[in-house]
């Protein structure tokens, strides 16, 4: 017989490795330490990596909470090549030529999108709709009709331009799509623009230096010596 612990609550910083999903890492944690409630704040693409913020027990009470707060990611943005999903996971649209952008044009445009901008979420995202996410549309060929919603880019800090790819640091609000930020740089450059890499950096106060390595997961002594009580 299977025994359920309901006794174990707190908040764990993972980093999350890239090839998997942030529902998988949940799940793992959820087998390993035998609990029934566990969620994550802010999920995280497959391919990307980074700072995953897991809430266990009686802790996932404030996933609203943590939702909120500010995050801060490193990026490449790669250049003259559009997909439809914003990263190289998705399939090419167009390729397009960039030999007329320069350093001194994109530094024009990150001043551009730094403030309050209005952005449409992606149809490759976990945002649902009449009870499906939108990505499961994405994945049939239908596209959803979405609102502008405005977010804050507090911080757009390029840090070096080599050939075709743009190495960036943003740091942003809640509810923020690095795959649409990179699509509309790009729009406003003219060549198009998708996220070669993406990792997350921060979520609030809270920093990836800090976070259990995913491969320590199967420990759970490990995993219980790192939960942050709340």
């Given at each position: 017989m ?13 980093d999350?490795p890239?090839n998997i999903t942030?529902?998988?890492v ?7 330490l035998?609990?029934?409630k ?6 995280l ?13 009686k ?25 439809d ?5 998705g ?6 030529n ?5 350093i001194?044009m994109?530094m024009?445009?990150?001043k ?7 952005q ?6 976990a945002?649902?709709r009449n ?5 499961e549309f ?6 959803i ?7 804050v880019?507090r911080?757009?800090?390029?840090l ?8 960036v640091r ?7 799509y ?20 993406l990792?997350r ?6 920093n990836v230096?800090d ?20």
């Amino acid at each position: 017989m299977t025994i359920i612990c309901n006794d174990i609550s707190g908040l764990l910083l993972l980093d999350k490795p890239s090839n998997i999903t942030s529902f998988k890492v949940v799940d793992k944690i959820k087998r390993v330490l035998n609990v029934k409630k566990v969620g994550h704040c802010g999920t995280l693409d497959p391919a990307a990596t980074g700072l995953l913020l897991i809430l266990i027990g009686k802790a996932t009470k404030l996933q609203s909470k943590f939702m909120k707060e500010d995050k801060v990611y490193m990026s490449s943005f790669l250049l003259g090549v559009v997909t439809d999903s914003g990263d190289l996971d998705g399939k090419v649209i167009s390729k397009n030529n960039i030999s007329n952008v320069d350093i001194r044009m994109i530094m024009r445009v990150a001043k551009i999108f730094k403030g309050e901008v209005f952005q449409i979420p992606p149809m490759y995202s976990a945002l649902k709709r009449n009870g499906r996410k939108l990505y499961e549309f994405a994945r049939h060929g239908i596209e959803i009709r979405r609102e502008p919603r405005k977010i804050v880019i507090r911080e757009f800090d390029v840090l070096s331009y080599n050939e075709d790819i743009i190495e960036v640091r943003i740091e942003c609000s809640s509810g923020t799509y690095i795959r649409t930020l990179a699509q509309d740089f790009g729009n406003v450059l003219k060549c198009g623009a998708t996220v070669k890499a993406l990792r997350r950096e921060k979520i609030g106060v809270f920093n990836v230096k800090d976070a259990l390595k995913f491969e320590d997961v199967n420990d759970t002594d490990k995993i219980l010596s790192e939960l942050i009580p709340i």
